[in-house]
């Protein structure tokens, strides 16, 4: 059975930093194209980033160029979002999201249930 599920949200004060893991199961990360989305009240679910199966970032929204970075970790079958000088506008539930399968050769478009990141002092 597939699960994401998505930790380490929380409440911080701007410029400060939060780390969001998302724990996989039922299917394994080094072989899947892997994101990180955000959905803010009102609007659109918008990518984050995006790491490909050899672990390259290969997509990120131009609002967290160098300050969000995108990583996993195989032997935890987990992925990660390091949030660095964080925004109000980076207030937002955060998904993490399992896309292409070089395993499958399909896209598995799981989603995680999110988890809230508040940046506000």
């Known amino acids: 059975q597939v699960h994401l599920v998505e930790s380490g949200g929380g409440l911080v004060q701007p410029g400060g930093s939060l780390r969001l893991s998302c724990e996989a199961s039922g299917f394994t990360v080094s072989s899947t194209v892997m994101m990180w989305y955000r959905q803010a009240p009102g609007k659109e679910r918008e990518l984050v980033e995006r790491i490909s199966t050899n672990g390259e970032i290969t997509d990120y929204a131009d609002s967290v160029k160098g300050r969000f970075c995108i990583s996993k970790d195989n032997t935890k079958n987990t992925v990660s979002l390091q949030m660095n000088n964080l925004k109000p506008e980076d207030t937002a539930v955060y998904f993490c999201?399992?896309?292409?399968?070089?395993?499958?050769?399909?896209?598995?478009?799981?989603w995680g249930q999110g988890t809230q990141v508040t940046v506000s002092s």
């Open positions: 999201n399992a896309g292409w399968s070089y395993y499958s050769g399909s896209v598995l478009n799981y």
